[in-house]
């Protein structure tokens, strides 16, 4: 028998078809909280980057929300979330819509990642920055010691 014929043997496409099954069902059932916030931060990603700016700040906020309700308010997921709606607000020029945002990203990133995480030193580093756009240059310098 020719490896054409072995492959489409009774013997072989059973198992084939039973894996494709759970496969498919694995992909489409199984799909977690994880990857529907994956896949909301990849939509707001690519609506900011189409210039869709509106819709895209209203997908970070969903993703905060999502994760707050699905991982926690003190999950990574979450502090993610805060900090690309913060960034979104600043690089759109609204650094008082970005304050709050970052300002909850890094006050929960120090408690669970601590000061020195590489992802809590880039929100204080924002943090400072717009500190520095209004001019409160003491608390930025604070914030930086």
């Not at 993703?63 to 707050?68: G, K, L």
């Not at 003190?74 to 690089?91: A, K, N, T």
Request: glycine share 6%; net charge negative.
């Amino acid at each position: 028998m020719g490896t054409k014929n072995l492959l489409f043997s009774k013997k072989c496409v059973l198992p084939v078809f039973v894996f494709l099954l759970i496969w498919v069902f694995s992909q489409v059932v199984l799909a977690g909280p994880q990857d529907d916030w994956d896949r909301l931060n990849e939509e707001a990603t690519s609506l900011f980057e189409n210039e869709k700016y509106e819709e895209a700040v209203a997908k970070a906020a969903d993703s905060v929300n999502f994760a707050e309700t699905n991982f926690g308010e003190r999950s990574p997921q979450r502090i993610y979330s805060l900090y690309v709606l913060g960034s979104f607000y600043f690089d759109l020029g609204y650094a008082d819509e970005a304050l709050p945002p970052f300002l909850e990203s890094y006050r929960i990133g120090r408690e669970v990642q601590g000061e020195s995480h590489p992802e809590t030193l880039v929100v204080k580093q924002r943090i400072a920055e717009i500190y520095g756009t209004q001019g409160k240059y003491g608390e930025a310098e604070k914030l930086l010691k």
